[in-house]
């Protein structure tokens, strides 16, 4: 299994640019996050879906879009991009718990992201 | 959101002294994970703990989350300069969203 995978691995954008940031998982994982960190910082929540075709709002989402097409792919969206949203961007995804129980998120190896 | 707290910041030890991270929240924390990050790199998962007053060890680390589940501590005994990195914990605190603390930067000095 690959896991979970992102590309790129690096980018520049200029102000105004838009692009969008890939991730994909191999496992199935039913749920699946986006979160930025910015240095020195925790991760923030950005976006995050629990299936298919479900997506919902995380701390962070503004200057964002997503989509859940299918199980294995979570791409995110940044339109108009800002200074701002320089920060190195993580997806996870995780197995469905049941009758309460959790499961931790496996994390892909990430997205720095600069715009100037 | 401040969520979860976590102390300290940062921390520099000397190879071999044990240390400690703390994990605060003001909400139930319906699991709690710890991760460790090198710096410029992905998450990798070290333990989870869901139940009050559980805890769990993996080689010298150890972690705990208090009967009341708005707390959980992380304990390295014996030090090493391979523990160096960034520990971050993070928490289903409501719903389906997930919320991480900022993290504490261990330095360990040979």
């Known amino acids: 299994n690959a896991g979970v995978t992102q590309t790129p691995k690096f980018r520049i954008l200029k102000i105004g640019q838009s692009m969008t940031l890939q991730c994909a998982q191999d496992?199935?994982?039913?749920?699946m996050y986006w979160y930025r960190q910015d240095p020195g910082m925790g991760l923030k929540l950005i976006y995050y879906?629990?299936?298919?075709?479900?997506?919902d709002k995380g701390e962070v989402p503004n200057g964002y879009n997503v989509s859940r097409s299918t199980t294995e792919d979570f791409p995110l969206r940044l339109e108009l991009a800002a200074p701002s949203q320089t920060s190195v961007y993580f997806c996870?995804?995780?197995?469905?718990?049941?009758?309460?129980?959790?499961?931790?998120?496996?994390f892909g190896p990430g997205t720095r992201l600069t715009v100037l | 959101s401040q969520e979860l707290e976590q102390s300290p910041q940062s921390l520099i030890v000397q190879e071999g002294k044990n240390l400690t991270i703390n994990c605060t929240s003001s909400?139930?924390?319906?699991?709690l994970y710890w991760y460790k990050q090198k710096y410029g790199e992905g998450l990798i998962f070290l333990m989870m703990?869901?139940?009050?007053?559980e805890e769990k060890s993996h080689e010298k680390i150890t972690a705990k989350l208090d009967e009341k589940k708005q707390q959980s501590s992380l304990h390295i005994t014996a030090s090493q300069p391979s523990h160096a990195g960034i520990y971050l914990c993070?928490?289903?605190?409501?719903?389906?969203?997930?919320?991480f603390g900022t993290g504490t930067s261990l330095t360990v000095i040979p």
């Open positions: 996870a995804s995780r197995k469905r718990g049941g009758g309460g129980s959790y499961n931790e998120q496996f």
């Open positions: 496992m199935n994982h039913n749920y």
């Open positions: 703990l869901q139940k009050g007053g």
């Open positions: 993070g928490a289903d605190v409501t719903g389906n969203q997930f919320y």
């Open positions: 879906s629990v299936g298919a075709g479900i997506t």
């Open positions: 909400k139930t924390l319906y699991g």
